[in-house]
């Protein structure tokens, strides 16, 4: 084995302790370990063979080590964890929490942060609370940040030299730090402390310590601080008692972890006990099967990689010790300013948490891998028929909804790791579709004709209708579905026995505005971007979909289109569509994401007519509010019964200044 090789290196590796790096013949790091003894600890691979597939995996794989040297094990350990979180080595377990609710992000890294929302913990410095449960919990707590602490919610750069504060200040949702009169680093520091503690459910703590200021402020007279900090220690105290208890008082603060190894990964539980209370439960997976002892190196790597990103309680309990347990403890506590013990509990109420801990990691292993696996296999099913370079792990599916032109809207939805995600989902009103024309030609568009089926979009390019308000749709659509008078239609429409106006339907145009709005926002705020677009339709909207792209540079996003009737997918690369077999898991994927976003946006498309037959042709007259609006309705009855009224007739029940807008706006019809 290629290893092999390397042995007369190792025999002159020191016995220190240190990190120890491998590499492949491409020069990419592949794995990193840490040693108390370097020799002893890289010697080991040489008689690991046959442990398992992985371990064999790796040593075929091997072509280079290096090692750094260090002066302690925990320096190692510390070392480890970073060369890890940089280099992302392939064989190294990496864990990653659910994606099913937020984080808050408070931007520790940031000269004045600030509280964001967050869809993934990443170890970068920032602090991070959460999942909250449920997702609009998250946001609340948020606005909670800037109401007690006024930590701030703008994208300013903060140099303190703006010449007045924004309303946000008025408004008491902001200490100001734009403006260094007003607040200085030194509080808007104590902000940020108290928002930290709040997140980390230390409520007790920055009870004390909003109590605390308040006495300061007020014996130094200032009195509207000390009544806001009272204002915020109270709320935090009614929050507190309203918590629910899941543990016993004599819990106290630490965190518990539940641990469960399978064939198709690792899973971990983690639930953070803070006063005696279960405030947070989180939960860590990887498909990367451990090298050595199973439960203690998926722990190690969980214990390191969980608390990169946060500080750990006085006690961590754990089903079985990890490995270098004291090397751990010692980070820990150097990371926390205190001691910190990993403890292994035996019995009583501590153990019980624990096997609750790992009774939820074995659910939750069942419940993420069973279904991963078959949607793992339906996205690698789909990257070998559309030839992608990368698993589609995130996906986002575009459709539009629209009848004859009116209140057309579009939905975006996202499938991630197979999985729908809701609470990303997005709707659009289509703003410039009667402004501008999509550009192009009709060889594009689908076959014209009218749509006796009632499938969408099916009649085509140049078909017209006549739709009254109400009475539908005569001519090219019998179905009423959405979208059924084609890409490009015309048709004329009345309201309220008015005369006719022209609306333009054109879908491609929707397509390729929505588009452009979607990505236009992914790029601002810097990701996420899909591995694969869908669009619903052919060839017109999916050329549609790739000039947004091209405009703002991001042409080399993969993008597909899936037309309804065969249920063909359309490519950019090739001229012939790809058909898939009807059993096809890939096809059975790409069928349920497009369903989801037409079924979101039809949704949309209901909501947005109603609200329009809610309104009448009065309220676009000036002058004409609700009272007026229902006063003349119960005066002559209809809407036709106010345009035949007589200047006479308005003037009492409306005044005259309304009378002679509402006879203006008439005779203009």
């Known amino acids: 084995m290629p290893i092999y090789e390397l042995k007369d290196q190792i025999a002159r590796l020191p016995e220190q302790p240190g990190v120890y790096l491998y590499f492949n013949a491409a020069g990419e790091t592949i794995y990193v370990g840490k040693a108390r003894a370097l020799r002893d600890r890289v010697r080991s691979y040489l008689a690991a063979r046959g442990s398992s597939p992985k371990t064999d995996a790796l040593l075929e794989e091997i072509a280079r080590l290096e090692v750094i040297v260090t002066d302690s094990v925990v320096e190692a350990l510390a070392l480890e964890n970073h060369l890890i979180k940089q280099r992302v080595p392939r064989y190294n377990i990496l864990l990653r929490d659910d994606k099913n609710y937020p984080y808050l992000q408070l931007t520790l890294q940031e000269p004045f942060p600030r509280v964001l929302v967050a869809r993934r913990v990443e170890r970068d410095g920032n602090?991070?609370?959460?999942?909250?449960?449920?997702?609009?919990?998250?946001?609340?707590?948020?606005?909670?940040?800037?109401?007690?602490?006024?930590?701030?919610?703008?994208?300013?750069?903060?140099?303190?030299q703006r010449g007045r504060p924004c309303v946000e200040y008025d408004i008491h949702r902001c200490l100001a730090p734009c403006v260094e009169s007003l607040c200085g680093p030194d509080r808007y520091a104590e902000a940020v402390q108290a928002t930290r503690l709040f997140l980390d459910g230390r409520n007790d703590e920055l009870v004390k310590n909003l109590e605390g200021r308040m006495l300061a402020a007020a014996a130094a007279e200032r009195f509207e601080e000390a009544a806001h900090l009272r204002d915020a220690m109270r709320t935090v105290e009614a929050l507190r008692d309203r918590q629910?208890?899941?543990?016993?008082?004599?819990?106290?603060?630490?965190?518990?972890?539940?641990?469960?190894?399978?064939?198709?990964?690792?899973?971990?539980?983690?639930?953070?006990?803070?006063?005696?209370?279960?405030?947070?439960?989180?939960?860590?997976?990887?498909?990367?099967?451990?090298?050595?002892?199973?439960?203690?190196?998926?722990?190690?790597?969980?214990?390191?990689?969980?608390?990169?990103?946060?500080?750990?309680?006085?006690?961590?309990?754990?089903?079985?010790?990890p490995e270098e347990t004291e090397a751990l403890e010692r980070w820990l506590g150097e990371r926390a300013g205190r001691r910190v013990h990993i403890v292994v509990p035996k019995r009583g109420e501590k153990r019980g948490l624990l096997d609750l801990a790992s009774r939820n990691a074995a659910l939750a292993y069942r419940s993420r891998f069973e279904q991963d696996e078959t949607n793992r296999a339906a996205l690698d099913r789909l990257r070998t028929a559309l030839a992608l370079p990368a698993l589609p792990r995130r996906i986002e599916c575009f459709d539009i909804s629209t009848i004859q032109g009116s209140e057309t809207v579009a939905s975006m939805v996202v499938c991630d790791e197979g999985r729908m995600r809701p609470s990303e989902y997005r709707k659009f009103r289509i703003r410039g579709i009667h402004k501008r024309d999509s550009g192009l030609g009709v060889?594009?568009?689908?076959?014209?004709?009218?749509?006796?089926?009632?499938?969408?979009?099916?009649?085509?390019?140049?078909?017209?209708?006549?739709?009254?308000?109400?009475?539908?749709?005569?001519?090219?659509?019998?179905?009423?579905?959405?979208?059924?008078?084609?890409?490009?239609?015309?048709?004329?429409?009345?309201?309220?026995?008015?005369?006719?106006?022209?609306?333009?339907?054109?879908?491609?145009?929707?397509?390729?505005?929505?588009?452009?709005?979607?990505?236009?926002?992914?790029?601002?705020?810097?990701?996420?971007?899909?591995?694969?677009?869908?669009?619903?339709?052919?060839?017109?909207?999916?050329?549609?979909?790739?000039?947004?792209?091209?405009?703002?540079?991001?042409?080399?996003?993969?993008?597909?289109?899936?037309?309804?009737?065969?249920?063909?997918?359309?490519?950019?690369?090739?001229d012939e569509p790809i058909v898939l077999a009807?059993?096809?898991?890939?096809?059975?994927?790409?069928?349920?994401?497009?369903?989801?976003?037409?079924?979101?946006?039809?949704?949309?498309?209901?909501?947005?007519?109603?609200?329009?037959?809610?309104?009448s042709e009065l309220d676009e007259i000036p002058g004409?509010?609700?009272?007026?609006?229902?006063?003349?309705?119960?005066?002559?009855?209809?809407?036709?019964g106010v345009r035949r009224a007589t200047r006479e007739e308005l003037t009492p029940v409306v005044g005259a200044r309304a009378a002679d807008a509402l006879l203006a706006h008439f005779e203009g019809r």
Not at 131 to 156: K, V
């Open 127 to 160: 602090f991070y609370a959460g999942p909250f449960l449920p997702a609009s919990l998250a946001r609340r707590t948020m606005s909670l940040t800037h109401r007690l602490f006024g930590i701030r919610s703008c994208n300013e750069v903060i140099t303190g």
């Open 244 to 321: 629910q208890k899941m543990a016993g008082t004599e819990l106290g603060d630490r965190d518990v972890f539940g641990v469960k190894i399978g064939p198709a990964g690792a899973l971990v539980q983690a639930f953070l006990v803070r006063g005696g209370r279960v405030m947070e439960r989180v939960e860590l997976g990887t498909e990367t099967l451990p090298i050595g002892d199973a439960d203690a190196e998926v722990l190690q790597a969980a214990i390191q990689q969980f608390y990169e990103v946060r500080v750990a309680p006085p006690e961590v309990h754990v089903p079985v010790a």
């Open 624 to 640: 004409i509010g609700p009272r007026r609006r229902r006063a003349l309705l119960q005066r002559f009855g209809s809407l036709s």
């Open 582 to 615: 009807t059993d096809d898991p890939a096809l059975h994927l790409l069928q349920r994401i497009r369903d989801e976003a037409h079924r979101f946006a039809v949704t949309f498309h209901r909501k947005a007519r109603t609200m329009r037959d809610l309104t």
């Open 443 to 574: 060889g594009d568009l689908e076959p014209q004709g009218a749509n006796p089926s009632g499938n969408s979009r099916d009649a085509g390019s140049g078909a017209s209708a006549t739709a009254t308000r109400g009475g539908g749709a005569q001519g090219a659509n019998p179905s009423g579905n959405s979208r059924d008078a084609g890409s490009g239609a015309s048709a004329t429409a009345t309201r309220g026995g008015g005369a006719p106006r022209e609306v333009k339907n054109d879908d491609f145009a929707a397509m390729e505005e929505v588009v452009e709005r979607r990505y236009r926002r992914v790029l601002d705020q810097g990701g996420p971007f899909p591995d694969l677009i869908v669009i619903d339709g052919g060839k017109g909207q999916l050329s549609s979909a790739y000039e947004a792209l091209r405009r703002l540079g991001l042409a080399n996003l993969v993008a597909v289109g899936l037309a309804k009737k065969e249920e063909l997918v359309v490519t950019r690369d090739r």
